[in-house]
Every structure is written in C-alpha cells, then in structure tokens.
C-alpha cells in the first residue's frame, strides 16, 4: 500500500491567483478529508468526503474554496483569488468504514506571496 | 463542539529520562481520542488512539497513553526518550466514532537533550 499521496508537494503563488491541490488516498478509503494547518499550529479540519459526497465542510471554508472528488477516488482542493493568509500546509487523511483513525498524507505547503 | 488543550508548546527532556505530553479535552459524548507525531515537512503519524474498552493503550515506538474520563486528560507518555523522539506531537479528539473531522490540539514540541 503507498499510502496518502499530494500534489503538489510546494507551491509559491502571487496573490489573487488561483491554485489546485490533489490528493490520492489509500486505495479502497471511501472517506477523505482536508486539513490546513499553519505554523505553529494544530491542524485544522477544512471539509470531508464519503465517497463522492461532501458530508460536512467547517466554518474555515470560504466561498474561495472548493473541494470535489467526482469519482470517489482522488480529490481537489481549489483557492480562487489567493490571499497571504492562505499560506498553510494542505493535509489530507482518508480512512476506511472499518477503521476510526485517519492516515495522513505529505501535505502540500502554499506559501502565497 | 470538542476542544483539546496541551499543557506546554514545548517540553525538553533529557535522553533516557520520562517523556510526559499533557492532553486535556472537551466532548459532550464519549470521545476517540488520538496522538499523532509530526517530523519537520511531513505528514501526521498516529502513534496509539483510544476508542473503548481497556482505558491504558500502547502504541508505536514505546509510546502509551491512559484515557481519565472523569479528568477528561488523554496524557502521553515514554519511560525512556531516545533522540529520534524529538518531533511535534499532536493530540486529537473526534466526536463521531472517527468518522468526522478531527479536532487538534496545538501541538507539543519535544526536545531530546543529549
């Protein structure tokens, strides 16, 4: 098993352009979620996927963001318009139905400048 | 909604000495709880998670945690830190058997003193 995968692992933007992330789960995972975690800081859960299904997404979420996993398998995480306070890392964990625990992926670090 | 609260941004220990990482936490239904360890530019690694049953549990690289709830405190600890502990160390707590978000605290940075 690989494991969580993200792409891509860095990215440096200006602000007020727009980025994608993509993350890879462990294969078979029918649950995915997206965390930001800035310096310093505990991870702070962003959205979270059953399948394709976007179940809950907090409070952090702005309109700017967007989240899909059309097929129930890899997911995106979009930023329109980026902000400087948009620099974080971007985590993502999947898990399956028969497990409580989350398997975290590399994360990606946005450093907008 | 559940909170989680460690005691110390950082805690320096000597090698071979007892690590002891502080987790409190809030949740108005019984909780999963959860310590993950982070090295510098990676992911998080679980290292132990309490669902039910037998309240002490063991984990990863000599790690064990004790769930209290009448101190709602999930405490961490090592008996004997080697260097290669040195890492941020993160507890977290899910209200929905595991299934929903996670909820971190700040993390604890463990310094191995040689």
């Known amino acids: 098993d690989t494991g969580v995968s993200q792409d891509p692992r860095h990215k440096i933007t200006k602000r007020g352009q727009n980025v994608t992330f993509r993350c890879d789960p462990i294969?078979?995972?029918?649950?995915l979620y997206w965390y930001r975690q800035t310096l310093g800081q505990g991870p702070e859960f962003l959205t979270y996927f059953q399948n394709e299904a976007q179940l809950e997404k907090s409070r952090l979420l702005s309109d700017r963001f967007s989240a899909e996993r059309p097929k129930g398998s890899f997911s995106t995480l979009e930023i329109q318009r980026t902000e400087q306070g948009d620099s974080a890392m971007y985590l993502c964990?999947?898990?399956?139905?028969?497990?409580?625990?989350?398997?975290f992926g590399p994360g990606t670090r946005l450093t907008v400048t | 909604a559940q909170s989680v609260t460690q005691l110390g941004s950082h805690v320096s220990v000597s090698e071979g000495a007892l690590v002891l990482l502080r987790c409190n936490y809030s949740?108005?239904?019984?909780?999963?709880l959860f310590w993950y360890v982070q090295y510098p530019n990676q992911g998080l690694q679980l290292l132990l998670k309490y669902t039910t049953g037998a309240t002490l549990v063991k984990g990863i690289n000599g790690f064990e945690a004790e769930f209290k709830k009448s101190e709602t405190s999930f405490h961490l600890t090592k008996p004997s830190a080697h260097m290669s502990d040195a890492a941020e160390y993160f507890c977290?707590?899910?209200?929905?058997?595991?299934?929903?978000?996670?909820?971190f605290g700040k993390g604890t940075h463990l310094i191995i003193q040689p």
């Open positions: 977290a707590v899910s209200d929905g058997g595991g299934a929903d978000g996670l909820t």
């Open positions: 964990a999947s898990t399956s139905p028969y497990q409580s625990e989350q398997y």
């Open positions: 949740s108005s239904v019984p909780p999963y």
């Open positions: 294969s078979e995972h029918n649950r």
